[in-house]
């Protein structure tokens, strides 16, 4: 049987990133994703309501997440939901559902350029002029 974990995410941080360290100094960054919807109802009525998510990230892109981010800014999300359960301290069972990122994106004014799977984007230069005819382009 086939399976497929995917989402995709477009929000706003809802509080600033909080970066730690696993023992072998892997990077992690938890934030909170305010992701809204609107609509109008069948009355006409405008309606709007807004899904709070836990995500994680790991590595290099969580550096760059808790470096470049904080709350309030815009952020393009992809990654695969994961299940978390514990005991808490009063001895009850406790779960929730997380997204574990694998690529996000920069969003909204205050960037030069965006970033993906927390690596720099390429710079817009081209080696190749832009007057360079069609024919002499080396690909």
Same mark, same amino acid.
């Given at each position: 049987? $086939? ?12 509080? @600033? ?11 992690? %960054?938890?934030?909170?994703? $305010? ?7 069948? @009355?006409? +009525?405008?309606? !709007? +309501? ?6 994680? $990230?790991?590595?290099?892109? $969580?550096e760059n997440i ?11 999300? !992809?990654?695969?939901?994961?299940? @978390?359960?514990?005991?808490?301290? =009063? ?9 574990t990122v694998e690529n ?10 965006? %970033?993906?799977?927390? !690596?720099? +984007? +390429?710079?817009?230069?081209? =080696?190749?002029?832009? =007057?360079?005819?069609?024919? @002499?382009?080396?690909?």
């Amino acid at each position: 049987m $086939a399976s497929l974990n995917k989402i995709m995410l477009i929000g706003n941080l809802t509080r @600033d990133p909080q970066l730690s360290y696993l023992p072998s100094q892997t990077a992690v %960054v938890d934030f909170g994703l $305010a992701v809204n919807r609107r609509w109008t109802s069948k @009355d006409g +009525e405008k309606r !709007e +309501e807004t899904c709070f998510v836990d995500c994680r $990230a790991f590595g290099r892109q $969580a550096e760059n997440i808790n470096k470049y981010l904080s709350k309030g800014r815009a952020l393009f999300v !992809e990654g695969r939901l994961t299940f @978390d359960s514990w005991t808490g301290q =009063d001895g009850s069972k406790r779960s929730k559902h997380r997204v574990t990122v694998e690529n996000f994106q920069f969003l909204g004014g205050g960037q030069q350029g965006s %970033v993906s799977r927390g !690596e720099p +984007e +390429e710079p817009a230069g081209s =080696d190749v002029p832009a =007057d360079a005819p069609v024919d @002499d382009i080396p690909f």
